[in-house]
């Protein structure tokens, strides 16, 4: 009697042996479906708003004007692009509001007299867009970064510090659009810890 019960565990125990290494291929599978990062849903643009007024940009540094140049990049990018149309506030969907929040010229490198001859140049700007109708905040996006490194003018290959700023409002107006059209995660803002002290 203990033979045959005997045989009987040997023959059970033999099947198990056999089914144990798909086990070791399956667990990772259950351990991954389990464990699965949470990954929020995208947030896209309404498909009420079709068209936008893009307001003269807030300018909460001491650079004056650069509000009007930002604007202007950031229109002439929404129009050249198509998808939304341009128009006066009285007639869009949606309206852009944005502020330039900081303005910090950093130095990078100094020739044999200490003189600077490259700076990183970074704006930040906060930007949202507002339902006209619900008079709601669709999204908003703070700190959005506009950086860029150059060489001084008088280095070969230079260029002005104003030529810098043009680069950068393309560069942001492409951000912004970006950011409407592909909706949230398309661009961030960066925390301010990054960027270096005002030098305004």
Known sequence: MRQVQSSEFRVQSSKWFYLLPFTFYLLPAFIGCSSAPYTPAPQVLPQNIRKVAIETFKNSTVYYGMEEKLTLAATNEFIRDGRLEVVNPQEADGILRGEITRYVLEPLTYDENHVVKEYKLWILVDIMLVDRLKNEVVWQEKN??????????NIPGGI???????????????????RTIEGFGAVTGISEKKVPPKTE
């Open 160 to 178: 002005t510090e104003e030529e810098a700023r043009e680069i950068i409002w393309e560069k942001l107006a492409r951000a912004i659009l970006k």
């Open 144 to 153: 959005l970064e506009g950086n860029y490194r150059f060489f001084v003018s």
